[in-house]
């Protein structure tokens, strides 16, 4: 069920505190000030999700020579199952300019994985010590080739 007041809206410098804090609030990783300059610059793309005037969710992609690179991707708690962080998604996948995307994903985070395999990703292979300061360090990489 897609929240129907959601609007999903391109970072730019007037919004790019709200992707700040929407990362803080929803993933385990701290984004370095270089990845929020990295939007400015265009190195990445990041929309917001906005309900009712709220940022409560993102996506961040980078557009590689022969792939794109799925970043991050988060909702807060209280708003998931809404069907934002599909439509979220589908906007990445929509836009990004690759046949072949790619994401990693905590392989302690159940959910995602069976969430982003839903979306037809399928794990290719672990990744030791792929997060830095954090316990749980491993993550899965997974790929999904678009026709």
């Excluded at 929020?36 to 906005?50: D, I, Q, R």
């Excluded at 009712?52 to 969710?57: E, F, I, P, R």
């Excluded at 792939?67 to 929509?94: D, E, M, Q």
């Amino acid at each position: 069920m897609i929240d129907h007041s959601l609007e999903l809206v391109k970072v730019t410098k007037m919004n790019l505190n709200k992707l700040e804090i929407v990362l803080v609030a929803t993933l385990p990783v701290l984004y370095p000030a270089s990845f929020f300059k990295s939007v400015l610059k265009g190195s990445n793309t990041a929309y917001l999700a906005v309900v009712d005037g709220k940022a409560v969710g993102c996506v961040v992609w980078r557009d590689e020579e022969q792939t794109s690179h799925l970043l991050a991707l988060g909702v807060f708690i209280l708003y998931r199952r809404r069907g934002i962080g599909s439509a979220l998604l589908n906007l990445f996948v929509k836009q990004c300019k690759s046949k072949e995307i790619y994401l990693h994903v905590s392989a302690q985070n159940i959910d995602s994985i069976l969430f982003y395999q839903h979306f037809g990703f399928s794990a290719v292979c672990r990744v030791p010590n792929y997060y830095r300061g954090l316990e749980e360090n491993t993550a899965i990489k997974m790929l999904k080739m678009i026709s």
